[in-house]
């Protein structure tokens, strides 16, 4: 998964998931382009999201959802997608 650039994922049977690493603690951003579940594990477990909402109209973000990560690897679980392949975007915070 690339940060802060869209990227897509294969859909089989609505789910798709990919891992990743974080190395900077913050509030991330992960956006979708369709209807589905966004969920992020770490050590098999899942995080409790922190916000959630829908992305701008002027977008194909259909669902944005926030996440606190401490640095480590996490793996992006998606379910009850729509499509066959899912765009997305993992946003890092925002330096003020």
């Given at each position: 998964?690339?940060?802060?650039r869209?990227?897509?994922?294969?859909?089989?049977?609505?789910?798709?998931?990919?891992?990743?690493?974080?190395?900077?603690?913050?509030?991330?951003?992960?956006?979708?382009?369709?209807?589905?579940?966004?969920?992020?594990?770490?050590?098999?477990k899942?995080?409790?999201?922190?916000?959630?909402?829908?992305?701008?109209?002027?977008?194909?973000?259909?669902?944005?959802?926030?996440?606190?990560?401490?640095?480590?690897?996490?793996?992006?679980?998606?379910?009850?997608?729509?499509?066959?392949?899912?765009?997305?975007?993992?946003?890092?915070?925002?330096?003020?």
């Amino acid at each position: 998964m690339a940060m802060d650039r869209a990227f897509s994922l294969a859909a089989t049977d609505g789910e798709a998931s990919a891992a990743f690493t974080i190395t900077q603690a913050g509030r991330y951003r992960v956006g979708l382009d369709q209807p589905g579940w966004i969920d992020i594990i770490r050590e098999g477990k899942p995080l409790t999201s922190v916000a959630h909402g829908h992305g701008p109209n002027c977008t194909t973000i259909r669902k944005i959802v926030d996440f606190d990560f401490t640095p480590g690897n996490y793996t992006l679980k998606l379910t009850k997608l729509t499509k066959p392949r899912a765009k997305l975007i993992l946003v890092a915070p925002q330096k003020e």
